[in-house]
Protein backbone atom coordinates (compact mmCIF):
# COMPACT_ATOMS: atom_id res chain seq x y z
CA UNK A 1 0.00 0.00 0.00
CA UNK A 2 1.43 3.61 -1.17
CA UNK A 3 2.09 5.78 1.94
CA UNK A 4 0.48 8.71 1.80
CA UNK A 5 2.98 10.86 3.58
CA UNK A 6 5.33 10.66 0.92
CA UNK A 7 2.62 11.17 -2.08
CA UNK A 8 3.29 14.08 -4.30
CA UNK A 9 0.78 16.79 -4.05
CA UNK A 10 -1.62 16.79 -7.09
CA UNK A 11 -1.72 19.84 -9.65
CA UNK A 12 -5.55 19.52 -9.35
CA UNK A 13 -5.27 20.51 -5.58
CA UNK A 14 -3.43 23.37 -6.36
CA UNK A 15 -5.60 25.52 -5.95
CA UNK A 16 -6.38 24.92 -2.53
CA UNK A 17 -2.21 26.17 -2.00
CA UNK A 18 -2.93 29.30 -3.22
CA UNK A 19 -5.97 31.37 -1.98
CA UNK A 20 -7.08 34.61 0.18
CA UNK A 21 -7.95 32.41 3.38
CA UNK A 22 -4.50 30.14 3.18
CA UNK A 23 -3.20 34.21 2.88
CA UNK A 24 -4.50 35.46 5.36
CA UNK A 25 -3.52 32.55 7.73
CA UNK A 26 0.09 31.75 6.51
CA UNK A 27 1.12 35.29 5.26
CA UNK A 28 4.19 34.74 2.77
CA UNK A 29 5.82 38.06 3.45
CA UNK A 30 5.41 37.71 7.47
CA UNK A 31 6.85 34.28 7.25
CA UNK A 32 10.07 35.24 4.69
CA UNK A 33 10.35 38.32 6.06
CA UNK A 34 13.32 37.72 8.74
CA UNK A 35 15.30 35.29 6.23
CA UNK A 36 15.31 37.10 2.68
CA UNK A 37 16.70 40.49 1.66
CA UNK A 38 16.84 42.48 -1.72
CA UNK A 39 19.29 41.11 -3.95
CA UNK A 40 19.39 37.47 -2.79
CA UNK A 41 19.53 34.42 -4.38
CA UNK A 42 16.81 32.15 -2.96
CA UNK A 43 15.31 28.47 -4.09
CA UNK A 44 11.75 27.49 -3.27
CA UNK A 45 12.10 23.69 -3.62
CA UNK A 46 8.40 22.07 -4.44
CA UNK A 47 6.95 25.44 -5.26
CA UNK A 48 3.71 24.83 -6.20
CA UNK A 49 1.73 27.00 -7.59
CA UNK A 50 3.77 29.42 -6.04
CA UNK A 51 2.25 30.46 -3.48
CA UNK A 52 5.67 31.86 -1.77
CA UNK A 53 7.78 31.87 -4.78
CA UNK A 54 5.78 35.14 -5.80
CA UNK A 55 6.40 36.38 -2.54
CA UNK A 56 9.70 36.04 -2.33
CA UNK A 57 10.78 37.13 -6.13
CA UNK A 58 9.00 40.91 -4.40
CA UNK A 59 11.29 40.82 -1.65
CA UNK A 60 15.00 39.88 -3.83
CA UNK A 61 14.10 43.01 -5.45
CA UNK A 62 14.87 43.43 -9.47
CA UNK A 63 19.06 42.41 -8.44
CA UNK A 64 17.74 39.19 -6.99
CA UNK A 65 17.24 35.42 -8.33
CA UNK A 66 13.88 33.19 -6.94
CA UNK A 67 15.02 29.77 -8.42
CA UNK A 68 11.03 27.73 -8.69
CA UNK A 69 11.57 24.28 -8.75
CA UNK A 70 9.11 21.32 -9.09
CA UNK A 71 8.79 17.92 -10.14
CA UNK A 72 5.53 18.77 -11.70
CA UNK A 73 5.79 20.76 -14.74
CA UNK A 74 1.81 21.01 -14.39
CA UNK A 75 2.72 23.18 -10.94
CA UNK A 76 5.32 24.76 -12.77
CA UNK A 77 2.76 26.22 -15.44
CA UNK A 78 0.37 27.63 -12.91
CA UNK A 79 3.09 29.74 -11.35
CA UNK A 80 4.40 31.06 -15.19
CA UNK A 81 0.38 32.06 -15.75
CA UNK A 82 0.26 34.25 -12.97
CA UNK A 83 4.03 36.17 -13.22
CA UNK A 84 3.80 36.03 -17.48
CA UNK A 85 3.92 39.69 -18.52
CA UNK A 86 4.96 41.12 -15.01
CA UNK A 87 7.49 42.50 -13.94
CA UNK A 88 8.60 39.79 -11.71
CA UNK A 89 8.51 37.33 -14.55
CA UNK A 90 12.35 37.63 -14.99
CA UNK A 91 12.96 37.40 -11.31
CA UNK A 92 11.94 33.53 -11.79
CA UNK A 93 13.38 31.23 -13.20
CA UNK A 94 11.54 27.92 -13.30
CA UNK A 95 13.52 24.68 -13.00
CA UNK A 96 12.01 21.30 -13.23
CA UNK A 97 13.35 18.84 -10.74
CA UNK A 98 14.23 15.26 -11.65
CA UNK A 99 12.85 12.03 -9.52
CA UNK A 100 15.90 11.91 -7.39
CA UNK A 101 17.57 15.02 -7.85
CA UNK A 102 17.23 18.86 -7.87
CA UNK A 103 19.10 19.48 -9.77
CA UNK A 104 20.48 23.05 -9.18
CA UNK A 105 23.96 24.74 -9.16
CA UNK A 106 23.62 28.28 -7.98
CA UNK A 107 25.24 29.43 -4.64
CA UNK A 108 21.97 29.74 -2.48
CA UNK A 109 21.19 32.26 0.21
CA UNK A 110 18.33 30.81 1.31
CA UNK A 111 16.02 27.47 1.10
CA UNK A 112 12.43 27.18 1.37
CA UNK A 113 11.17 23.19 2.05
CA UNK A 114 7.47 24.65 2.74
CA UNK A 115 5.41 21.49 2.86
CA UNK A 116 7.60 19.39 0.55
CA UNK A 117 10.02 17.37 2.99
CA UNK A 118 7.05 14.93 3.58
CA UNK A 119 6.99 14.31 -0.21
CA UNK A 120 10.21 13.04 -0.68
CA UNK A 121 11.08 9.63 -0.11
CA UNK A 122 14.98 9.94 0.06
CA UNK A 123 15.84 12.26 2.69
CA UNK A 124 19.31 12.33 3.06
CA UNK A 125 20.16 12.50 -0.51
CA UNK A 126 17.74 15.47 -1.04
CA UNK A 127 19.68 17.23 2.17
CA UNK A 128 23.02 16.70 1.03
CA UNK A 129 22.73 18.12 -2.00
CA UNK A 130 20.81 21.17 -0.66
CA UNK A 131 23.57 21.65 1.87
CA UNK A 132 26.52 21.40 -1.12
CA UNK A 133 24.44 24.39 -3.04
CA UNK A 134 24.07 26.22 0.41
CA UNK A 135 26.67 29.38 0.79
CA UNK A 136 28.75 29.35 4.09
CA UNK A 137 26.25 31.83 5.65
CA UNK A 138 23.01 30.36 3.55
CA UNK A 139 20.03 29.39 5.46
CA UNK A 140 17.29 26.65 5.07
CA UNK A 141 13.66 27.04 6.48
CA UNK A 142 11.62 23.50 6.56
CA UNK A 143 7.90 23.52 7.38
CA UNK A 144 5.95 21.02 7.59
CA UNK A 145 1.95 20.38 8.43
CA UNK A 146 1.22 18.58 11.27
CA UNK A 147 -1.64 16.04 10.04
CA UNK A 148 1.11 14.71 7.83
CA UNK A 149 4.36 14.60 9.73
CA UNK A 150 3.76 13.71 13.37
CA UNK A 151 6.13 15.39 16.02
CA UNK A 152 8.78 12.35 16.29
CA UNK A 153 8.45 12.20 12.28
CA UNK A 154 9.60 15.85 11.83
CA UNK A 155 12.07 15.21 14.59
CA UNK A 156 13.40 12.27 12.61
CA UNK A 157 13.80 14.81 9.80
CA UNK A 158 15.81 17.07 11.51
CA UNK A 159 18.24 14.05 12.51
CA UNK A 160 18.15 13.19 8.38
CA UNK A 161 19.34 17.24 8.07
CA UNK A 162 21.48 16.87 10.66
CA UNK A 163 23.20 13.93 9.01
CA UNK A 164 23.54 15.34 5.86
CA UNK A 165 25.22 18.80 7.93
CA UNK A 166 22.41 20.87 8.59
CA UNK A 167 22.17 22.24 11.88
CA UNK A 168 19.28 23.70 13.69
CA UNK A 169 19.50 27.20 14.36
CA UNK A 170 15.78 27.75 15.50
CA UNK A 171 12.26 26.88 15.76
CA UNK A 172 10.22 29.58 14.41
CA UNK A 173 6.35 29.72 15.55
CA UNK A 174 4.08 29.15 12.81
CA UNK A 175 0.07 28.53 12.25
CA UNK A 176 -0.62 25.22 11.77
CA UNK A 177 2.82 23.84 11.22
CA UNK A 178 5.80 22.62 12.30
CA UNK A 179 9.17 24.42 11.40
CA UNK A 180 13.09 24.69 11.67
CA UNK A 181 15.28 26.35 10.50
CA UNK A 182 18.87 25.44 9.71
CA UNK A 183 22.28 26.30 8.16
CA UNK A 184 25.54 24.66 7.00
CA UNK A 185 26.92 22.84 10.22
C1 LIG B 1 2.02 20.22 -0.79
S1 LIG B 1 2.76 20.97 -2.17
C2 LIG B 1 3.41 22.45 -1.45
C3 LIG B 1 3.63 23.55 -2.46
C4 LIG B 1 4.22 24.85 -1.91
N1 LIG B 1 5.49 24.67 -1.26
C5 LIG B 1 3.26 25.52 -0.96
O1 LIG B 1 3.44 25.44 0.27
O2 LIG B 1 2.28 26.12 -1.45
C6 LIG B 1 4.24 20.02 -2.44
C7 LIG B 1 4.91 20.31 -3.76
O3 LIG B 1 6.20 19.65 -3.74
C8 LIG B 1 6.42 19.08 -5.02
N2 LIG B 1 7.39 17.98 -4.84
C9 LIG B 1 7.21 16.79 -4.22
N3 LIG B 1 8.35 16.07 -4.21
C10 LIG B 1 9.27 16.83 -4.84
C11 LIG B 1 10.66 16.65 -5.15
N4 LIG B 1 11.31 15.54 -4.81
N5 LIG B 1 11.31 17.63 -5.80
C12 LIG B 1 10.64 18.77 -6.15
N6 LIG B 1 9.34 19.00 -5.90
C13 LIG B 1 8.67 18.05 -5.25
C14 LIG B 1 5.05 18.65 -5.51
O4 LIG B 1 5.00 18.52 -6.90
C15 LIG B 1 4.17 19.80 -4.99
O5 LIG B 1 4.07 20.82 -5.93
Not at 2 to 9: A, G, R
Not at 39 to 55: A, K, Y
Not at 105 to 131: A, G, Q, T, W
Request: proline share 5%; with cysteine; charged share 25%.
Amino acid sequence: MKNINTQVCPVALSGSLDNSIRKWLQNPEKILRPYITEGMTVLDVGCGPGFFSIEMARMVGKSGRVIAADLQEGMLQKLNEKVKGTELEERILLHKCGEDNIGVSEPLDFVLLFYIVHEVPNKEHFFNEIRTILKPQGQVLIVEPPFHVSKSAFEETIRKAGRAGLIVIERPKMFFSRAVLLKKG
